[in-house]
Every structure is written in C-alpha cells, then in structure tokens.
C-alpha cells in the first residue's frame, strides 16, 4: 500500500502493463467522480491516452484501458473556485460501432498530489495555446 500517489509509481504500472509503449513523466492528470471510492489517473502521450481506476484508499491501480489518441476527440480542462473540470470526449468502439462519448470528472484543487497540480496546469496552457 501506498501513503502517497506518485507519477513514477503509476507510470511504473503502465510500463509493467503496456510493455509495448514508453511513458514520460508531465504526462498524467487526475480526474474524480465525486463521492466515489476511487478516481482516474490519466496519461496522455502523443500517440495514444490511458484512463487508469485508482484506489483513494491504497492507491492501488486497476481497471486501466489504453486506446490510440485519435479516439480522443477533444480534452477540457476547466478551472473552478474549489475544482478543476474535466471532460474527455471519445470516440469509442462500442459493441462495433462508434459513438462520441464523455467523460466527465470534477477534480479537487487539493488532490493528493503535487504532480497533479502542475501537470494539469501545463495540460491547460497547451489548451488555450491550441484554441
């Protein structure tokens, strides 16, 4: 069990995981569903995005799906008074068809982490360079 979620130790469970990818540090934000049990650890690299369900117990990794980064139509990230905001849109292979989805996830500005803060600040000066 972890006290402290760190980016190495959730990149060292890509790497384990997707043997076939390199994954870099700045690369990961963290979204929360409110209430829940657990939140997502998210990596996005040039060439594809993995969304990862993490324990807010243990901090232990599971339930991780990687998909290539064209699938990700469109990442938000919104900055609230208490909050950060955050939508993925998808266009997911579901039962053979695709279909846009969202991912939705308001994320506390005191999350757990350092790497959080910073990574999701540089996701969102990216985001208003692009727009």
């Given at each position: ?11 060292d469970?890509?790497?384990?995981t ?13 979204g ?85 803060k ?14």
């Amino acid at each position: 069990m972890n006290v402290i979620l760190k980016e190495e130790n959730y990149l060292d469970h890509l790497a384990v995981t997707y043997t076939d990818s390199k994954f870099e540090k700045g690369k990961t934000i963290i979204g929360q569903k409110i209430g829940a049990n657990f939140f997502y650890c998210i990596y996005i690299g040039e060439s594809f995005f993995v969304v990862t369900a993490t324990s807010t117990a243990t901090f232990d990794f599971y339930d991780s799906f990687k998909r290539d980064i064209s699938e990700l139509l469109n990442l938000d990230i919104k900055e609230n008074l208490f909050t950060i905001r955050i939508l993925l849109t998808l266009n997911e292979k579901i039962d053979g068809q695709y279909t846009i989805t969202e991912r939705k996830f308001k994320t506390s500005k005191l999350l757990l982490t350092d790497f959080n803060k910073k990574n999701t600040r540089d996701f969102m000066s990216h985001q208003k360079t692009d727009n």
